[in-house]
């Protein structure tokens, strides 16, 4: 068992290595544009890059919540190890098509050498629903910040504006529907359930559930079972991600910042910039979300950037500059992930 999960380790490792490799050869822009970019980023980017450091703090803050909740005790896991894990998740999860492909399974694989593996497994799945629950309820309370930045006349309104944002409210409150009954009743025996709807996925799920019935039963049980009995523990790690997502905003502040776009300066430019780099983060974040079977959602978060930051009557080259800037982010920040793979303790 254990070089089985050695080779794991190993196909994980080779896998986001090809990731970068392939995002460095994917950039819509040359080279020589892109050098450009970064000398026009220049000592603003210790700061775009750093703020990551805070953002997967506050998520491995919100897994560990997670995990003390599920096993109902201290976790017997050192803290910094979960903030390796939910890097090196993160990093494969930006490497692989449909987010979730590399990272679960990898945090699912190594936790599983802390506590049990069915617990691991629960852990690792209430964590990756909370971390969407998070994303809708940004989604969410974005509508009603543009609604606010609307009254005080800082932002357009119209027909078609509406409309969408209506849209994303029904979005929103059906997800929140559907997420809320699998923390109650537990959730893998449902998407079993969808997966053996799809044509030629039906054998595989029976024959998953005739060797598995005990522990999906087992780890359904502990999902509900968090969500009934430790409400304490949940509601902080919904708080640490949708702040994860606000702290994440502040890097798209810098770089409005660094093209002198602060709405006038002083302490209400500063805020009114601040909710504007919310509102394009949560723009690109649903944007992307919504087609995020591509790998590295290649060419999708540079066209969601471009068209969330023209909506604001920002340009569009601010829009291409902010995609770049924030590719070079995480490729830099796979590569972290991928060598904390290799790090024993």
Known sequence: MKWTKQRLNNLFFFLGIAAVVVMLFTFDVSFIELWDHLCHAGYWLIPIIGIWVVVYWLNAQAWQSMIEGNIGGKAPVSFWRIYRLTITGYALNYATPVGGLGGEPYRIMELSKDIDNQHATSSVILYAMMHFFAHFWFWFISIFIYLGLVLIGDLPISVAIGVILGIIVVFCLVAFYIISRGYKNGLVKYVLGVLSRIPGMKRWTLKFWARHSEAIKNIDEQIA?????????????????????????????????????????????????????????????????????????????????????????????????????????????????????????
Not at 235 to 262: A, T, W
Not at 267 to 294: D, E, P, R, Y
Not at 317 to 324: E, R, W, Y
């Open 225 to 345: 079972a968090l969500y009934a009995q430790d409400t304490k523990a949940f509601y902080k790690s919904l708080v640490l991600e949708y702040l994860s997502r606000v702290v994440q905003s502040m890097e798209v502040m810098f770089m409005l910042l660094l093209f002198g776009i602060d709405c006038g300066g002083g302490l209400g430019g500063l805020t009114l910039t601040f909710l504007h780099s919310i509102l394009i983060v949560s723009f690109t974040t649903l944007f992307a979300n919504l087609i995020g079977f591509l790998p590295m959602q290649l060419g999708v978060q540079e066209g969601g950037f471009v068209l969330s930051i023209a909506a604001l009557g920002l340009s569009a080259a601010l829009g291409i500059f902010v995609s770049i800037i924030c590719r070079v982010r995480e490729i830099i920040w796979i590569v972290i992930g991928i060598g904390l793979m290799k790090m024993k303790k």
